[in-house]
């Protein structure tokens, strides 16, 4: 039989959210329990959560970004280490818990928010932010999307990602997909430590790994160039078994001549394919492109 634990504020401050055990029984106390639609996998392992604040550098005067808080167990490490923290979370009832875990916190903000509608710049004004999460699986991509987009990205990512998508951000020329492109446009991404499922509760199918993300000081391009260069990146990318001169063409709405001209004066084989092209060669590609 579980033991029901009192809902006390001393108890949330003692506990220890990287205990199984402990875990559940304080989900239970507060009649929760982990939502499978909102990628609620909550980390148990303590050398993993030791990778993340080691990865991230973090320094007295940090400012830190993590979305999908959870429970707090990564927040209170965050916290123990940056001047400040702001911890967005969604759902409802796990928002009370993240409240109760790191009342104590006085450097933790909590934002009851969408992750994908907080505005950096509304939260850090133009101050430099590190942001560090576990993100839910299902939203990966437009989260990178959204933050390194931003008017005021964030100079570093650790974040805490599916082991199969994280592969697909550090792939070299060869196996790259626009994911990648998207990515290493912005930044220069690498695999941290990976991470087995068992470091979660509940474990999901699937293993882990903790990505770093340095971000480029500026960005390669203003923004309306940026939204130009990923047209051309998307449209090479749209058909991915097709030769990169055939998939420019029917994705950009060119004629095919012109598209071959375009790729040899970027000095680029009308034959390759989109996943063999660099950032530095999409970038050539671009600049040979009339207006797209």
Do not use: C
Request: net charge neutral; charged share 25%.
């Amino acid at each position: 039989m579980t033991d029901r634990v009192e809902s006390t504020p001393e108890v949330f401050d003692e506990i220890d959210l990287t205990n199984v055990r402990e875990l559940r029984n304080v989900l239970y106390a507060l009649g929760m329990r982990p939502h499978k639609s909102f990628g609620q996998n909550f980390l148990i392992d303590r050398s993993v959560l030791a990778k993340i604040v080691e990865a991230a550098e973090i320094s007295a005067t940090d400012e830190i970004l993590e979305v999908g808080a959870g429970t707090g167990v990564l927040t209170r490490d965050l916290a123990r280490y940056a001047r400040r923290v702001v911890a967005v979370e969604l759902e409802r009832d796990m928002l009370a818990l993240l409240a109760k875990t790191t009342r104590n916190y006085k450097n933790v903000e909590l934002m009851a928010r969408n992750l994908l509608f907080v505005d950096p710049v509304e939260v850090f004004s133009e101050v430099p932010y590190k942001l560090v999460a576990n993100l839910p699986y299902y939203i990966t991509a437009p989260t990178f999307r959204h933050f390194l987009e931003s008017a005021n990205p964030p100079r570093l990512l650790v974040v805490m990602v599916q082991e199969e998508v994280a592969e697909r951000i550090v792939a070299d020329p060869g196996d790259m997909s626009l994911l990648a492109v998207s990515i290493q446009f912005y930044g220069r991404p690498h695999i941290i430590a990976r991470v087995p499922a068992s470091a979660f509760y509940p474990a999901p199918k699937v293993n882990s790994a903790i990505l770093r993300v340095e971000v480029k000081a500026e960005a390669p391009l203003t923004s309306t160039e940026r939204d130009s260069f990923f047209r051309v990146v998307q449209a090479g990318f749209s058909e991915r078994r097709k030769q990169l001169h055939n998939s420019l063409t029917h994705g950009l709405h060119r004629k095919n001549e012109d598209i071959r001209a375009w790729l040899t004066a970027a000095n680029i084989d009308t034959s390759r394919r989109a996943e063999t092209l660099s950032i530095e060669e999409w970038l050539r590609l671009w600049k040979n492109i009339p207006t797209v």
